[in-house]
């Protein structure tokens, strides 16, 4: 069993954290939820525990990284974004300020919480704000090496969209990542389902089950939404000619217009369909009655990369 | 009957706000009535947690600390009607630390709003009990709260908009005490000041812990008395876990024209359940069996005692 995304995180940011001498960990009273508490007991000269003030916490993180630290601000990424939307955008992004949000329970996984300790807005709301870059945590080893690389290497506004579930494991230790890039993880001539978070292993299964029947199927991990590798949208929605876009996210703003504003721009046409929530909330639940119930499932992307295949050429 | 005493409150030993207040007890409820109420909340208390252990989600430790306050205001001081939830001249109550809301729903299902057997579909999927609180979801529900914060404004919004067309109207506002470590509350305070919003009645669980620790230690509030008194306040102190004190200070705060009023109530996070009690632990956590029998044979010893 494979450690949820928050402990996969947790222990990295303590394990590339502590020993990296101006990160900074800030936490608004969910510190044992974020798990920015296995960093607190190590550095705690260098962890703030703001109390329950995100508002504060952002705009501090964004004070703190003008004198030279590379600051990581934690709490649930319903408010992280949200609460935290003013001072991300005209501070963070504007002055290009080294901060790393790390928005914890994205998607559904605030599950029992309800919606409004649900997330699937924050890829919208962060994508659109210039300079920042923008992750999604797909497995446990992604995990790892994208916060070693926020905490060792990255300078700048990076947005890093986590979970509160364990996430099937797809990569092994040699695999890298980087902003802008994308991880081809199977390949087939039919369609191509482009993917982030929860919904790459799902994607996966799909791929699975439908080549049992017959239809080959590309699967991508979009783990960098933004800067978005362009190139490898366009390159397989032309040459499969049938797209699928899957995302633990609102249709609206996330990965599906990602994706669709990439083929649009470039005249990559091609149908295309989308695994998302509809323009809607969700409602408070176990996480996999969740997700089966709002349709987050290898089920609903077979459903629709045979849809977006039926549609081809029309 | 009003009987005067000097009975001093003492805030908690950990607490950095450490006063002694001399108030006037008045024994307004019927001896009988505050037996009955008492009765409730003993059994308010076996309820909610018994629904938490079969659910394994939710918060124990805000649920059991507010239960005398809520019962306070929805069996004795408020004004609605349960078969008219929207009745537009109620009074508004919200409870702004929304996580809290397995006590609210088993008190609104005792007034009926509901009925009660939908509390062990509490969280699950399909329900109309969302974990935090939702008006498109349960009667009885004046605003989505769960963001900390946010509910108090809310409140504040529905007290002044009422003051237009129902002076007489009422709204109450609960609030954490983690949950005042939010500028929202006191931009509202602020602005409850400065419109003078007399019919307008926080009560503050002053239970001294957050969800990471004891709220002294994750962010310090200091002097809180003099906090909301410097921002307008006429600030009234109660025992939060005494229905009649509860009850007594609101009395107080309706008397009180010209400003709005704060009842600091002196709680105990997890009160009733000995090991939940002041243990950040049971902010959140869900209920195993062991722990589930231990708290069912206090709470149920506790009722034998009475
Ligand atoms: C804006 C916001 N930030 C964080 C949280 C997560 N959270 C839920 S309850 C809680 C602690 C609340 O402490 P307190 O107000 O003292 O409540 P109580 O002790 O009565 O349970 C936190 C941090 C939240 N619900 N909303
Ligand atoms: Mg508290």
């Known amino acids: 069993m494979p450690k949820s995304i928050r402990d996969a995180y947790g222990e990295a940011l303590r394990k590339y954290g502590v020993p990296t001498e101006n990160v900074i960990v800030l936490d608004a009273d969910l510190s044992g939820s974020t798990k920015s508490v296995l960093f607190a007991r190590e550095a705690p000269d260098r962890f703030f525990n703001v109390g329950i003030s995100e508002n504060n916490m952002v705009a501090m993180a964004a004070g703190m990284s003008t004198c030279g630290k590379n600051v990581f601000v934690n709490t649930f990424t319903s408010f992280l974004t949200t609460i935290g939307a003013c001072a991300s955008k005209a501070l963070i992004s504007y002055g290009k300020l080294n901060v790393k949000l790390a928005g914890a329970y994205a998607g559904l996984s605030g599950a029992y919480d309800g919606p409004s300790h649900h997330s699937l807005e924050d890829i919208a709301i962060m994508r659109a704000m210039p300079n920042f870059t923008v992750f999604v945590a797909s497995d446990e080893i992604m995990t790892d090496r994208i916060t070693k690389y926020l905490a060792q290497e990255h300078v700048g506004p990076a947005y890093f969209r986590l979970s509160r579930e364990a996430f099937p494991q797809i990569y092994s230790e040699s695999d890298t990542f980087v902003p802008g890039g994308s991880k081809v993880l199977c390949e087939g001539k039919d369609a191509v389902v482009f993917s982030m978070g929860f919904m790459v292993s799902k994607a996966l299964e799909a791929a699975k089950k439908l080549k049992a029947e017959g239809i080959e199927v590309t699967v991508v991990d979009l783990y960098s939404i933004k800067p978005l590798d362009r190139d490898t949208i366009v390159k397989y929605a032309k040459s499969t000619g049938a797209v699928v876009a899957a995302e633990e996210h609102n249709v609206i703003g996330g990965l599906t217009s990602a994706v669709s504003e990439v083929m649009l721009t470039e005249g990559a046409y091609a149908p295309l369909e989308s695994v998302s929530m509809p323009d809607r909330h969700a409602e408070t639940g176990k996480y996999s009655d969740l997700t089966k119930k709002f349709g987050f499932t290898a089920e609903a992307v077979e459903a629709a990369v045979k849809k977006a295949i039926s549609r081809k050429g029309k | ?306």
């Open chain 2, 1 to 306: 009957m009003i009987k005067y005493n000097h009975e001093i409150i003492f805030c908690a030993a950990e607490t950095s706000y450490c006063g002694a207040y001399f108030k006037e007890v008045k024994m307004s409820l019927d001896p009988k009535r505050k037996a009955y109420l008492e009765s409730l909340c003993r059994q308010f208390r076996i309820d909610v947690i018994e629904t938490l252990h079969s659910i394994q989600t939710g918060h124990p430790g805000g649920s059991l600390s507010v239960c005398e306050i809520l019962t306070a205001i929805f069996f004795e001081k408020a004004r609605f009607d349960a078969k008219n939830p929207k009745w537009p001249g109620r009074d508004r109550i919200v409870l702004s630390k929304g996580h809290a809301a397995p006590m609210l729903y088993r008190i609104l299902a005792e007034l009926e709003f509901f009925p009660k057997e939908d509390l062990k579909t509490l969280r699950q999927a399909g329900s109309h009990l969302q974990g935090h609180p939702s008006p498109n979801h349960t009667p009885g529900i004046e605003i989505p709260t769960g963001p900390l914060g946010f509910g108090y404004s809310a409140a504040l919004g529905m007290a002044l908009a009422q003051r237009l067309d129902y002076p007489d109207a009422y709204t109450y506002a609960i609030l954490g005490d983690g949950e005042t470590n939010e500028g929202i509350v006191w931009e509202a305070a602020m602005s409850a000041s400065k419109f003078k919003a007399d019919n307008f009645i926080t009560i503050l669980d002053n239970n001294h812990v957050q969800l990471d620790g004891p709220s002294n230690v994750i962010m310090p509030m200091g002097d809180i008395h003099a906090k909301w008194s410097a921002f307008g306040y006429n600030v009234i102190h109660c025992n939060g876990h005494d229905v009649e004190d509860v009850c007594d200070a609101i009395d107080e705060a309706k008397a009180k024209k010209g400003m709005p009023s704060i009842i600091i109530a002196e709680t105990v996070k997890g009160k009733g359940v000995s090991f939940m009690e002041g243990n950040n632990k049971w902010h959140g956590s869900a209920i195993d069996d062991e722990s589930y029998k231990k708290a069912m044979a206090e709470l149920k010893g506790g009722a034998l005692d009475a």
